[in-house]
């Protein structure tokens, strides 16, 4: 995937279709949208109506049946995805954090399979609870089961922040 800076990339959904063997209905159906980058989208809709289905299919958990879904104007399946998915920040319905690990472990998963400093994971880690209201010193080494709802979501949104690519 094209480098893009600190701000991300666009995305763009094309006739973004997913149709399950046996379903009368399609999950998703003909979804075309363009997320400028650095914008922030949410979705709402009532329970089963493809939000879901529409954002795993954007990172390639789900497979799509149609339509077309680009990164920076590059094709996604043209990405490896598990690359992918390291360079696109996602935030679960339900946290989904790992419970046998602290806030900033669970922070700097990414990070840290893709091979950075320790240093520079402390770093970013701490920039990241800072940037969702947690204190770096108060929560740095809690787990997930020492956090009320809220806390928890907000660990899941750090976790999802992209890596910041170094720059120059």
């Keep these: 995937m094209p480098e893009t800076g600190d701000h991300g990339a666009s995305i763009e959904l094309e006739g973004l279709t997913k149709r399950y063997p046996g379903s009368a209905q399609p999950a998703v ?41 680009r990164m920076g104007g590059e094709d996604v399946t043209d990405i490896d995805p598990v690359g992918l998915r390291r360079k696109v920040g996602y935030a ?30 402390r770093a970013r880690t701490e920039e990241l ?20 709802g809220g806390q928890q979501q907000r660990v899941g949104v750090a976790r999802a922040s992209p890596p910041i690519p170094r720059c120059c």
Excluded at 129 to 148: A, I, N
Aim: proline fraction near 8%; charge should be positive; charged fraction near 20%.
């Design 92 to 121: 679960i319905q339900s946290a989904g954090l790992f419970p046998h690990m602290t806030v900033a472990q669970n922070i700097a998963l990414v990070p840290r399979m893709i091979g950075w400093p320790k240093a520079r994971i």
């Design 29 to 69: 159906d003909n979804v075309s949208m363009e997320i400028k980058a650095g914008e922030v989208v949410v979705l709402v809709g009532p329970s089963g109506c493809g939000k879901s289905t529409t954002l795993k299919m954007i990172n390639r958990l789900i497979e799509p049946t149609g339509g077309r879904i």
């Design 129 to 148: 609870l800072d940037l969702v209201g947690l204190d770096p010193g108060e929560f740095h080494g809690r787990y997930p089961r020492q956090l009320s």
